[in-house]
Nanobody, 123 residues
Framework: QLQLVESGGGLVQPGGSLRLSCAASGFTLDYYAIGWFRQAPGKEREGVSCISTSGSSTNYADSVKGRFTISRDNAKNTVYLQMNSLKPEDTAVYYC????????????????WGQGTQVTVSS
């Protein structure tokens, strides 16, 4: 069974940090660009960050630049999203997704999706 599984979400105070993980099973992530998306209640799903197959290219939404860092460890078949200086507006369900091509802002381009992990930033 091909699937992505996110983990690492939780409740954190403003200014805190979390590291999300996206692990693949049933296939190797080596040949996929991986994107992180998030969806807050009542809002559309939005792109947060993406990393190319080799890890040499990354991009970030303006709202998270300088605070979030995406990375990948192909040996562990896992992609990470390090989130620092978290703000209440970062509260959302975070999803990872695999694109067999390159990083895309179009959600429909992604082949596999995880089930999501909740991130709540609140005091």
């Amino acid at each position: 069974q091909l699937q992505l599984v996110e983990s690492g979400g939780g409740l954190v105070q403003p200014g805190g940090s979390l590291r999300l993980s996206c692990a693949a099973s049933g296939f190797t992530l080596d040949y996929y660009a991986i994107g992180w998306f998030r969806q807050a209640p009542g809002k559309e799903r939005e792109g947060v960050s993406c990393i190319s197959t080799s890890g040499s290219s990354t991009n970030y939404a303006d709202s998270v630049k300088g605070r979030f860092t995406i990375s990948r460890d192909n040996a562990k078949n896992t992609v990470y999203l390090q989130m620092n200086s978290l703000k209440p507006e970062d509260t959302a369900v975070y999803y990872c997704a695999a694109d067999s091509g390159h990083c895309s802002t179009d959600i429909d381009d992604y082949d596999y999706w995880g089930q999501g992990t909740q991130v709540t930033v609140s005091s």
